[in-house]
């Protein structure tokens, strides 16, 4: 079955730092792929998307790029803000139209 | 006022209890689901449902029961609560078109089973 895999946090940075967080899916077909984000005390909401293969997602300064030959769609952010901590799941939709979502990581960004 | 409401949102039961977790929304979409989330293990779809008469089993059913009284409300049930669903639960809702995959969040019930 369809599966989503991200890398294991937390993570922490120093403000203004460059932050990578890898994800990796397993799926049939082409899926759209996802990011979304759930801020303390929160639900998720959804942060960016990229529907078809080399599309680049990006919102609030984030990117993302679906690379279909490395089955990856790592995000990105080149100056994280304290703001911006919380926990980011990577997800993907799969033909049944319903979402896989990986495990999450959580990013601490410290002042 | 939150476009997705869930109640309660804390509560503490002990093994063996009934308890039902109730989502609204007044976002007027078709679609509702329920998820539980644990440390490390992401988002588990436990039901969904794509409008008033049709109901479906996610991938973690196993003892829990739903009900979708109203277009805008969806209930979760857990008939007789055990410890390993000790969890953070979501109701989240999408719309049945071209944007489905956008799905909205309420703010999540924290359900402890001792």
């Known amino acids: 079955g369809d599966s989503v895999t991200q890398m294991e946090g937390p993570v922490t940075l120093s403000e203004e730092a460059f932050l990578t967080i890898n994800c990796t899916y397993t799926a049939t077909g082409y899926p759209s792929l996802f990011w979304y984000v759930q801020y303390p005390g929160e639900g998720l909401q959804l942060l960016l998307k990229?529907?078809?293969?080399?599309d680049k997602g990006s919102n609030k300064g984030f990117e993302a790029t679906y690379r279909k030959e490395t089955t990856s769609f790592h995000l990105e952010k080149g100056s994280v803000q304290v703001s911006d901590s919380a926990v980011y799941f990577c997800a993907l939709r799969n033909a049944g139209n319903m979402l896989t979502f990986g495990g999450g990581t959580r990013l601490m960004v410290k002042p | 006022d939150a476009d997705v409401t869930q109640t309660p949102r804390n509560r503490i039961t002990k093994t063996g209890k009934r308890i039902m977790l109730e989502c609204s929304q007044t976002?007027?979409?078709?679609?509702m689901y329920w998820y539980r989330q644990d440390p490390g293990l992401g988002l588990r779809l436990i039901y969904y449902?794509?409008?008033?008469?049709?109901?479906n089993k996610g991938e973690i059913s196993d003892g829990y029961s739903v009900s979708r009284q109203a277009q805008a409300k969806f209930s979760l049930s857990l008939e007789s609560a055990i410890p390993n669903q000790t969890a953070l639960y979501f109701c989240a809702t999408s719309t049945s078109g071209t944007a489905s995959y956008e799905q909205y969040f309420g703010p999540g019930t924290r359900l402890t089973v001792t």
């Open positions: 976002k007027g979409h078709d679609r």
């Open positions: 990229a529907t078809k293969a080399d």
């Open positions: 449902s794509f409008d008033v008469k049709d109901i």
